[in-house]
Each structure stands twice: as structure tokens, then as C-alpha cells.
């Protein structure tokens, strides 16, 4: 006899996930933006910058607001126990010190517990956390306490790798240096072995 559940259990569950409303108000934006080009001393009638602000405020506006998604997972009918791991989701987000990029890849996995995720939905998580003005360690949180919570598995990890800009293209003017950050959750976190693993994994992707 089959173990299989009836198919009204086995129907894929979708939450829709949205990061908070953004109001930019593109009118002030571009003004601001148009005082600040003239006040840095850049002529702004030429062909190439006439519309520049209002390209700067475009380009802030669609870093700032992250793309809606469905957060669909499956009954883990499998049973499967081990990591599930997605490496070099790209990581691209706004330093809050600055304003300037910092640009990067995430490696991000689980231990399921009753539900498995749709494997896009991590780099989806990623992305809606990334699309804000940021720090490093709380994008790494956030992602990690998301999968967490909405999806409730035995343990979460996330390690982030980036290049902020701030550092490489000005300031201190260090190219080269990548910021390591991480979260453990659950049995990631004390569990030994699983932790080792899911790290020594991770560490083998990147580049030396
Ligand atoms: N912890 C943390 N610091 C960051 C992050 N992004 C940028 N920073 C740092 O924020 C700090 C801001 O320091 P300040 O001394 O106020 O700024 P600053 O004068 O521009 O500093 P320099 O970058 O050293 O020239 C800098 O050290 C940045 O490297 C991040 O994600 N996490
Ligand atoms: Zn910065």
C-alpha cells in the first residue's frame, strides 16, 4: 500500500512576500538631485546629463523597491534530511553609509524539516532583503530569520561575500577585499557537524 498522502496535502503552499511600501517621491528626488550634481559642480546642459537626475532618482528608486514573489513550499513527502544548499546567489544592495554598491554572492541552505522550499525562493529571499539600504550583517540575518520563519526548517545558514564599494573604489581604496558575514539558525548553529558541513561547503566555492 502506498504512503503517499491524499493530493489535497500535497498542493504546493504560496505566501505572498513583500518588502515594506517604498514612497519615493520622484518630483523632490530629481530636484534634490539636480541641487546636488550642480552644487558637486557638474553642468548639467550637455546632451549626456540633462536628464541625470532624473536617471540618478530611477536607478536609486529600483534598488530601493524589491520585487513581490510567492514563497511556495512543498510537503517534504520524501523525507529528505540533508542540506539543501544554493551557492552564488547574486547579492547586489546599497551600503547605507555611503549610498554606493556593494555587490557579492550568498550561499545559502537549510535542513528541511516538514516542508521543502522552491529553490528559486532563495535567491528571491535574498534579493527582497537586498533591495534596501543595508548593512552587510543584517542582510545575513534577515535572509536567515525569513527562511526561519516562514518555512520552519530544522536549521538555516547564510554566508554572504561582498565587495563594498566604499572601501575598494574610495576611502581607504582597498580593491581586492571581500567582506565575509554569516548566520547560523537551529541545528546549523549547534550542531557541530551540521555546521562544519554546511560551512567547509561553502568555503569550497570561493575563490582563492
Ligand atoms: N559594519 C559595516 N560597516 C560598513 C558596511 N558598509 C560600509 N561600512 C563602513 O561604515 C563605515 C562608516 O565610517 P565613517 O568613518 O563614518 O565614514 P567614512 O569617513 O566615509 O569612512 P571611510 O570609509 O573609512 O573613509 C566605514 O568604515 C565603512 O567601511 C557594512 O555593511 N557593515
Ligand atoms: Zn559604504
Known amino acids: 500500500m502506498s504512503s503517499r498522502q491524499p493530493e489535497a496535502h500535497v498542493l504546493p503552499l504560496r505566501a505572498r512576500m513583500s518588502a515594506p511600501h517604498v514612497d519615493v517621491d520622484r518630483e523632490t528626488a530629481e530636484a534634490a538631485a539636480t541641487t546636488l550634481l550642480a552644487a558637486l559642480g557638474l553642468p548639467l546642459d550637455s546632451p549626456h546629463m540633462r536628464e541625470t537626475p532624473r536617471r540618478m532618482v530611477a536607478a536609486y528608486a529600483e534598488m530601493l523597491t524589491a520585487p513581490s514573489f510567492d514563497f511556495t513550499t512543498f510537503p517534504n513527502s520524501e523525507e529528505y534530511d540533508e542540506l539543501v544548499v544554493v551557492e552564488d546567489i547574486p547579492v547586489r544592495s546599497l551600503?547605507?553609509?555611503?549610498?554606493l554598491p556593494f555587490v557579492g554572492v550568498a550561499h545559502v541552505g537549510?535542513?528541511?524539516a516538514d516542508h521543502v522550499l522552491g529553490l528559486s525562493k532563495l535567491a528571491r529571499v535574498v534579493d527582497?532583503?537586498?533591495h534596501r539600504a543595508q548593512t552587510q550583517e543584517r542582510?545575513?540575518?534577515?535572509v536567515a530569520e525569513h527562511l526561519q520563519e516562514h518555512l520552519t526548517p530544522r536549521g538555516v545558514g547564510v554566508v554572504i561575500e561582498a565587495e563594498h564599494t566604499c572601501m575598494t573604489l574610495r576611502?581607504?581604496?582597498a580593491p581586492g577585499t571581500r567582506t565575509v558575514t554569516s548566520?547560523?539558525?537551529g541545528t546549523l548553529r549547534t550542531h557541530p557537524s551540521s555546521r562544519a558541513e554546511f560551512l567547509d561547503l561553502v568555503r569550497g566555492t570561493r575563490p582563492r
Request: aromatic share 10%; hydrophobic share 40%.
Open 139 to 142: 542582510l545575513t540575518k534577515q
Open 95 to 99: 551600503c547605507e553609509h555611503h549610498m
Open 110 to 112: 537549510y535542513l528541511p
Open 128 to 130: 527582497l532583503y537586498s
Open 183 to 185: 548566520a547560523l539558525l
Open 171 to 173: 576611502g581607504v581604496r
